[in-house]
């Protein structure tokens, strides 16, 4: 017996995997993706495809957008709109500015919906095993009515208050995310030259005080020296770092280890590494090192 509906807009790397945890739980999802390529895979995996938005916001009073980009949610935001359905719950769980979250709360409200703020900690191959965290805020009473849904897609969910803390706790932890990510590639290169074995260096990293989870998730990729199977793109997270960077500039706070990152990452960009995962920043510091593999 299914536990309900839940509708979902966007069926990417994140979206496809908690569209999988859902159904795996006993959801009934109802999804929509621009690519036909997804909506197909979706499909086999037991997801209802809708013909588009609109359908989505007719088959589920809940529904999660996860999207690429700022104009994908405010396309999406008028999709709704224009079904003209009762009260619906937006979950938002993309990395947007707050502005933009914002314009689509305000449009959304206006026609009698409610938009959460719920950016999600954790990567692709995390939410393929629920290893995700919820940072939602916004209407608690929509928070609450949605937890039996973000605890079978992630391990932790949070009500932070008003609309747009979301945001602000996922940016705070993604330049955390950043400046591991770096750190790690860093690390793994100087074992590199220094002719240690990688894969014995990510062993035994892991086992002392220099650990991190990032550095768990990525460094295995570095050692294998494979990208090409991306939890996160760097063509994605280049919007990432730069919500962060305007955001700390607006608050004034200081940020000097993440903007050291900055130029790392727009090297990988250049290189042509944009459709790989983010940890291809070790090819990057391995280059510049003179190693070859």
């Known amino acids: 017996m299914s536990k309900g509906t839940v509708g979902i807009v966007g069926l990417g790397i994140m979206g496809g995997a908690i569209a999988r945890n859902l159904v795996a739980a006993g959801w009934r999802v109802v999804g929509y993706d621009i690519d036909a390529k997804r909506r197909e895979e979706l499909a086999a995996a037991g997801i209802d495809i809708a013909s588009d938005t609109g359908a989505v916001a007719h088959a589920a009073a809940h ?15 008028r999709a709704i709109v224009a079904a003209g359905m009762p009260k619906r719950i937006v979950v938002e ?9 914002a314009k689509s709360e305000a449009a959304l409200r206006a026609a009698g919906h409610v938009m959460l703020d719920a950016p999600l900690s954790g990567t692709g191959e995390q939410a393929k095993v629920k290893d995700l965290v919820v940072y939602a805020s916004g209407d608690s009473a929509s928070i609450a009515a949605l937890k039996p849904v973000f605890a079978d897609f992630a391990r932790e969910a949070h009500d932070l208050g008003v609309f747009g803390n979301g945001s602000r706790m996922k940016f705070v932890a993604n330049l955390l995310v950043a400046i591991h990510n770096v750190a790690s590639a860093e690390a793994m290169v100087l074992g590199i030259k220094a002719g240690l074995d990688p894969h014995q260096v990510v062993k035994l990293v892991r086992t002392g005080a220099g650990n991190s989870r990032v550095f768990e998730l990525r460094a295995p990729k570095m050692a294998d020296n494979r990208y090409d199977e991306p939890t996160m793109r760097i063509s994605t997270w280049q919007k990432d770092m730069a919500i962060i960077d305007r955001f700390a500039a607006e608050l004034g706070a200081p940020t000097p280890l993440f903007d050291a990152t900055a130029p790392i990452y727009a090297a990988a960009l250049a290189q042509g590494h944009g459709a790989r995962d983010t940890a291809v920043v070790c090819a990057v510091l391995e280059k510049m090192a003179g190693i070859k593999r």
């Open 93 to 101: 769980v993309s990395t947007f500015s707050i502005e933009d979250k």
């Open 63 to 77: 529904i999660l957008t996860s999207l690429p980009h700022p104009d994908a949610l405010a396309t999406t935001v």
